[in-house]
């Protein structure tokens, strides 16, 4: 079983629309959660952290973290071409250094 | 503030030979890592320094690869002999705290033929 699960997608909104991304994870443990962005050959960018339940904004992105569930999803409102990037979920686990990444969903915003 | 600089962006070798990749961190932060994307596989840690002690290698794969950081300043992960499922996107990462979002590097795409 993988640590963190995201669906690769793609997923396809139109410009404006809202567009969800969801990430599980397997480790009651996690403690921390994030999410990257990372445009087509170039580096993750870290976009939003969130540490503990319920939501956290920060302009169009909103980060969900459910962790009685073991889910955390972003949200990204009026959603823009310049969205278009695959979006990775990154989990820290208690004790742990490293982060466990998922294998990305890639978002396309259509004009 | 420079980002996370890595180099090579690209290199092809031949099995059994020998690349050395470099990472250099943002100035002043302590923490530096290093994590690989192979084909079609999500980002998986190698290992983490803590200035220029290693913290944690439980990543590195076998004794093949070695990674080195010297003066706690630039890092260098060697690959000797390389092997065809060595081929993939090397990230490095550095950050200020031990935990939290780090800043990663463009990656060395390495190939192995």
């Known amino acids: 079983q993988k640590e963190v699960e995201q669906n690769s997608g793609p997923l396809s909104v139109p410009e404006g629309a809202i567009a969800s991304l969801n990430c599980t994870y397997s480790?009651?443990?996690?403690?921390?959660f994030f999410w990257y962005r990372q445009y087509s050959g170039k580096s993750p960018e870290l976009i939003m952290s969130?540490?503990?339940?319920g939501d956290k904004e920060d302009g169009r992105f909103t980060a969900q973290l459910n962790k009685a569930s073991q889910y955390v999803s972003l949200l990204i409102r009026d959603s823009q071409p310049s969205d278009s990037a695959t979006y990775l979920c990154?989990?820290?686990?208690?004790?742990?250094?490293?982060?466990?990444f998922g294998t990305g969903t890639r978002l396309t915003v259509i004009p | 503030e420079a980002g996370v600089t890595q180099f090579p962006s690209h290199s092809v070798i031949e099995k059994g030979q020998t690349v050395t990749l470099r990472c250099d961190p943002i100035?002043?932060?302590?923490?530096l890592y290093w994590y690989r994307r192979v084909m079609g596989k999500e980002i998986k840690f190698l290992l983490h320094f803590v200035k220029e002690s290693k913290q944690d290698e439980s990543g590195m794969p076998n004794n093949r690869f070695l990674a080195e950081r010297t003066g706690g300043t630039y890092s260098t992960l060697k690959v000797q002999p390389a092997e065809l499922e060595d081929s993939g996107v090397y990230f490095c990462a550095s950050s200020l705290k031990r935990q939290g979002g780090y800043t990663f590097g463009s990656g060395t795409r390495l190939t192995v033929v």
């Open positions: 480790d009651r443990g996690s403690q921390s």
């Open positions: 969130i540490y503990s339940n």
């Open positions: 100035s002043g932060h302590d923490n």
């Open positions: 990154a989990v820290s686990i208690r004790g742990a250094n490293n982060l466990f």
